[in-house]
């Protein structure tokens, strides 16, 4: 098992520019996330989704979209890219239960610059 | 969502046991708490679930009183590898739509 993959480990965009941060588990979990995380500071969820076909957004959802049309993909989407969106990326899956948050597994991140 | 609170940073030397207390005042009666860890440039890990009295696995043990309003993670004779921002979450699958929300954590910091 690979478990949660994030690509690329790094990138640097310009202003103005747009990409898509791709996130794949292979653990069948239902739930997946995507979190920012500024330096020092602690995760904030941009967009979750509960299962493939559905997703919503979380504490900051501004400037991004995401998209869930496999059990597998959650990739995000960053459409004209702002300095205030230079952060590290992580990607994270989770199966849950309903009854309780079980263990969620996170990607390695993705180290976004915007100049 | 229960909120947390735990302290922004605590200092510790190898071989003691650091205690990291999370006050979550107003938890409702199906929600868990739940701790991760995380080292610098990594992803947050899993660390340690528990609803109620005392949990224990190889990396920690988990307090928490019969009230509920507040959990205690402990982590026996810590190395200077156990530096790390440690997260104190509390929540319901159903409620919190399993939304993971992470608040400040704690700085951990091991010196020699």
């Known amino acids: 098992n690979a478990g949660v993959t994030q690509t690329p480990k790094f990138r640097i965009l310009k202003i103005g520019q747009s990409m898509t941060l791709q996130c794949t588990q292979d653990?069948?979990?239902?739930?997946m996330y995507w979190y920012r995380q500024d330096p020092g500071m602690g995760l904030k969820l941009i967009y979750y989704?509960?299962?493939?076909?559905?997703?919503d957004k979380g504490e900051v959802p501004n400037g991004y979209n995401v998209s869930r049309s496999t059990t597998e993909d959650f990739p995000l989407r960053l459409e004209l890219a702002a300095p205030s969106q230079t952060s590290v990326y992580f990607c994270?899956?989770?199966?849950?239960?309903?009854?309780?948050?079980?263990?969620?597994?996170f990607g390695q991140g993705t180290r976004l610059t915007v100049v | 969502l229960a909120k947390t609170t735990q302290p922004i940073s605590m200092d510790s030397y190898e071989g003691q046991e650091v205690n990291i207390t999370c006050s979550h005042n107003n938890i409702a009666t199906n929600d868990y708490i739940t701790w991760y860890q995380q080292f610098p440039s990594q992803g947050p890990r899993f660390i340690i679930q528990g609803y109620k009295t005392k949990v224990t696995n190889e990396v920690a043990s988990l307090f928490i009183p019969a009230d509920r309003k507040s959990s205690t993670l402990s982590l026996p004779r810590v190395s200077l590898s156990d530096t790390a921002v440690y997260y104190c979450l509390v929540g319901d699958g159903w409620a919190a739509g399993n939304k993971l929300t992470f608040g400040g954590g704690t700085r951990v910091l091991v010196k020699p």
């Open positions: 653990m069948n979990h239902n739930y």
């Open positions: 989704s509960v299962g493939a076909g559905i997703t």
């Open positions: 994270a899956s989770s199966y849950s239960l309903g009854v309780v948050d079980t263990e969620a597994f």
